[in-house]
């Protein structure tokens, strides 16, 4: 099906509740643009753009239409795709419940492709392996992606230089690029379930000014990127265990793991049980861990990695280098969240130039 052109998200949104999809989408919330379940496009954040830079978010508004005029937001994809904490198992007396075995279908509105690139190396991760998690593979399944073309770079992007973005080619269900005057949408199909979605919609075919007008959106997004990242040579770059530029970012790191939580791609997790007096009932958790805390590498009661330095350098030599080794790809997609959300301002960017 050829692209074509809708004025309004409504009827869309309308059409994947019918048909028994939660819609998620991008809203504003506590200051910033949060994901959350909408009912109708009215809830969605609309004339809001941000400004990111090193350990600093903040929304401004722009006076006018557009719904999708900001970057990446703290939250992602993988708050779907892996939940922050999810139940594996519950014991009542002697009996075993098993974890529910059905995904909630979820239609995730307004995807960037630096998020889509991330799903894929989480596909790779949970599903690429000897050992596919099985609930990974339901969440997975029940989502739909419909994503949108970055118009608006933040301060803190670079998915140029990772080969992920802004413009969305993998990956999505149905594509959106927001265009001005006149406000509407050019909608592309990325699977057959998106285009069955898209023909139950008022619509109409798109134009050579529409076709040009999209073009121009992802052109002038891929010009205006915060940030660089020189990939060439950065596995040999990042074997310079001994650089005292370790020493330096470890002295102004807090380990306080915000980089990890952020991060779409990041998906270490631990394992906690707890127990109910009230009702005898005990608990097995499974939740986001990060190797930043102390006790994630802990092994005999010592942590192996106990210094700030340390564990900065096995974070960012993961992400860059090792993961590469691990599963055939970055692990990390530009997507400039971690920077942004570092308390301290630690760049990923700045940090990665100043290895020899
Ligand atoms: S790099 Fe920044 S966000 Fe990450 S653990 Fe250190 S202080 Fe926290
Ligand atoms: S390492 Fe930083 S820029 Fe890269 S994917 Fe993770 S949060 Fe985004």
């Given amino acids: 099906m050829d692209a074509v052109v809708i004025e309004s998200l ?7 509740r019918s048909r028994g999809f939660a ?19 009215g809830r969605l954040a ?15 508004e722009t006076g006018d239409e557009m719904i999708f005029s900001f970057a990446a937001s703290p939250d992602s994809a993988k708050r779907y795709t892996q939940p922050p904490r999810q139940a594996l198992f519950r014991m009542r007396g002697e009996r075993i419940e098993e974890a529910e075995e059905e995904a909630p279908r979820i239609a995730l509105l307004g995807v960037r492709a630096c998020d889509l690139a991330a799903i894929g190396v989480q596909d790779r991760v949970f599903l690429g392996g000897r050992h596919p998690d099985p609930a990974y ?8 992606l419909v994503a949108v073309n970055c118009a608006v770079p933040g301060g803190t992007c670079f998915c140029v230089s990772m080969g992920t973005g802004p413009k969305v080619t993998a990956g999505h269900d149905i594509a959106l690029t927001e265009l001005a005057a006149p406000h509407r949408f050019l909608v592309e199909i990325g699977s057959e379930r998106g285009e069955e979605i898209v023909r139950a919609l008022p619509r109409a075919p798109a134009s ?20 660089h990242v020189e990939t060439e040579g950065i596995q040999e770059r990042l074997s310079a265990h001994d650089s005292p530029r370790w020493q330096q970012v470890g002295a102004r790191c807090l380990t306080c793991a915000n980089c990890t939580m952020v991060c ?14 009230a009702d005898g009932t005990a ?32 974070w960012l030599t993961h992400k860059f280098s090792t993961w590469i080794d691990q599963f055939g790809m970055s692990g990390c997609v530009g997507c400039g969240r971690c920077i942004t959300w570092c308390p301290v301002g630690i760049d990923v960017t700045e940090e990665l130039a100043n290895l020899p």
């Fill in 10 to 16: 409504e009827p869309l949104i309308a059409e994947l």
């Fill in 23 to 41: 819609v998620v989408g991008p809203v504003v919330r506590d200051g910033a643009i949060r994901f959350e379940e909408i009912a109708s496009a």
């Fill in 46 to 60: 609309r004339g809001v753009t941000d400004d990111q830079e090193p350990g600093r978010y903040r929304l401004r």
């Fill in 137 to 144: 593979r339901l969440r997975r399944e029940a989502l739909l």
């Fill in 208 to 227: 050579a000014r529409d076709l040009a007008d999209a073009e121009e959106v992802s052109r002038r997004a891929a010009g205006r990127m915060g940030r």
């Fill in 264 to 277: 779409p791609t990041c998906f270490c997790t631990t394992v906690e049980d707890s127990t109910s007096l």
């Fill in 283 to 314: 608990e097995r958790v499974e939740r986001w861990d990060s190797c930043f805390t102390l006790g994630f590498s802990e092994v005999n009661g010592t942590p192996v990695r106990g210094s700030n330095p340390g564990r900065y350098r096995q």
